[in-house]
């Protein structure tokens, strides 16, 4: 969040360079990232309800796909349809067609982009896009993790990118994640926005139904600006159009970089899978041997971008198009092979998230399917593709951050500097007798409240404060007898927690002595109010 002033000067920047190349490019939407959901009706502003959502009937016509300047339908060659919005880590497929990548590997690469130039043929309902990978018609669909979960409209076969400050949620008048409760929350409905505000009530277990009230907007564009018009007190949304924001008052609250929940996956059609996997298999190893050539020679992809052209819907700036294409990619942290390789070897971490991320919806009331998760990620053509060395890369992408397969970087952290983003609303914490060690109801506890959030967020730190009642006693306990137990409960929370795989740099244990008026009590109503843990979600300094 510390870079966001300058983020937003260089946007304005390449905006003002992009208006006097790009005629008409004014009002463009720039980053259209819409789940792969079910439509939503209009909602009226002040509803305490969650979205709700209707299943209307869906036209199976797909766009006529974009295809590369030298297209020859008449070689032989298979064709290979894939689905996308105007993303940056999503690029990867326009620069696979320029650099004749799809060819190479055996086949023609055609994509459907959506909202493309503002013509009302590439406006793709968020069900039309589910069931047109349903039936078939088209091979792949780039979308994110959360709406997989929602709607398993294909398998997952390959990580994109994890967003990495690019979703942000701003407001006003609002420290933590813990006052949220009573406002008025905009979003973009069916989009991963209106998850991201899902994900965070669920943190201070805020109940969209009754401690919010949702304001659902058809745009991010239209959410800033209920936000903005005073119809609402806070407001989710991604890059540029957030900033926005600002306009109103609005300080950012929180963004992807601290929660990293958001992933953009390529997911892949049952019936391709079936009856083509070799076609399948080649456009994985294109995307990958794409990546490798953008990391090696970051210039020329970012050329190849702007040659397909669509320069307006893309937002990339002909005159400027390296500085473009590493702003875009700034705030999502890319899954190279080495990424990809290491999450599908053990996919557990991918299908924990697509079952939080069920959690989340049903919590929320938004239908959710009941196949099984494993049925939706296929690890074959990723580790096939890593078997092979001419697709390793020689260098890392512009945001080297993907959490899922490193450990969290911790140099140059100050934990002095912690500032609160939320206080967990669990913080009574049972031991056995006699005794710093947990019992199980509080492990359960521990398992749902804080293990979610911390092994999805690596940016996030955990300050654990542990408390002990100070009994009477003859002769009485001193202060230091007092900080021993609490800390011990506290130390206690922390290794249950890096038992369950978080890492232990990412706690600062604290221990507190009770108020002075509860000191050498008998009273145990007293004492039960100090027996305590209290865990704060917290970002530091770097």
């Not at 190479?104 to 013509?119: E, N, Q, S, T, W």
């Amino acid at each position: 969040m510390q870079n966001m002033d300058r983020t937003r000067i260089i946007f304005i920047a390449i905006v003002g360079v992009a208006l006097l190349v790009i005629c008409g490019a004014a009002g463009v939407s720039l980053i259209a990232r819409q789940l792969g959901g079910q439509e939503t009706p209009t909602a009226v502003v002040g509803v305490n309800t969650p979205v709700s959502q209707t299943t209307p009937s869906v036209q199976l016509e797909s766009p006529e796909p974009v295809w590369a300047p030298n297209y020859d339908p008449n070689d032989g060659l298979p064709t290979y349809i894939c689905g996308a919005d105007a993303f940056g880590s999503y690029f990867t497929l326009q620069q696979m067609q320029i650099s004749g990548k799809d060819v190479a590997h055996g086949f023609h690469l055609g994509i459907v982009p959506f909202a493309l130039d503002g013509d009302p043929a590439y406006e793709v309902s968020e069900e039309q896009r589910t069931a047109l990978l349903n039936a078939g018609q088209w091979d792949c669909l780039l979308t994110t993790l959360d709406s997989v979960a929602l709607t398993s409209p294909g398998v997952v076969t390959a990580i994109v990118d994890e967003s990495a400050g690019a979703d942000q949620v701003w407001a006003r008048d609002t420290a933590t994640i813990n006052e949220l409760g009573g406002k008025r929350i905009a979003f973009s409905r069916g989009s991963v926005g209106e998850y991201f505000v899902y994900y965070v009530l669920s943190i201070a277990q805020l109940s969209p139904r009754s401690d919010v009230t949702l304001v659902p907007q058809d745009s991010v564009a239209d959410a800033v600006a209920a936000f903005n018009n005073g119809q609402a007190d806070v407001v989710s949304g991604w890059e540029p159009d957030i900033y926005a924001a600002e306009e109103s008052g609005g300080v950012p609250l929180l963004s992807s970089n601290q929660l990293r929940i958001v992933i953009d996956v390529v997911v892949t059609s049952r019936q391709s899978i079936t009856n083509e996997p070799d076609l399948v298999q080649n456009f994985h190893n294109a995307w990958f041997d794409t990546l490798k050539a953008q990391v090696e020679d970051f210039d020329t992809a970012a050329r190849q971008i702007t040659d397909w052209g669509h320069n307006d819907w893309s937002f990339m700036s002909p005159v400027t198009p390296t500085e473009s294409l590493e702003l875009w990619l700034a705030s999502v942290a890319q899954a190279d092979l080495g990424d990809n390789a290491f999450v599908m070897r053990d996919t557990r971490p991918i299908l924990n998230r697509l079952e939080i991320a069920r959690r989340v919806w049903a919590a929320s009331d938004v239908p959710v399917p009941s196949d099984n998760v494993e049925e939706l990620v296929n690890s074959g053509f990723v580790l096939r593709a890593a078997d092979q060395p001419s697709l390793q890369p020689n260098g890392n992408p512009v945001n080297d951050t993907f959490s899922i397969s490193a450990q969290l970087d911790l140099s140059g952290v100050n934990t002095d500097e912690a500032a609160t983003l939320a206080v967990l609303p669990c913080r009574t914490f049972t031991f056995l007798p006699e005794s710093t060690e947990l019992t199980l109801e509080s492990r359960r506890i521990l398992d749902n409240c804080v293990v979610p959030t911390l092994s999805q967020s690596v940016g996030l730190f955990l300050r654990v404060r542990g408390s002990s009642a100070w009994p009477a006693n003859d002769p009485p306990y001193t202060e230091a007898d007092i900080l021993e137990v609490a800390e011990g409960r506290a130390q206690s929370v922390v290794e249950y927690l890096v038992s369950q795989g978080i890492d232990p740099a990412r706690f600062i244990v604290e221990a507190a002595l009770p108020p002075e008026d509860h000191r050498n009590t008998d009273d145990p109503e007293i004492q039960a109010q100090d027996r305590y843990v209290e865990l704060t979600l917290v970002t530091v300094g770097r």
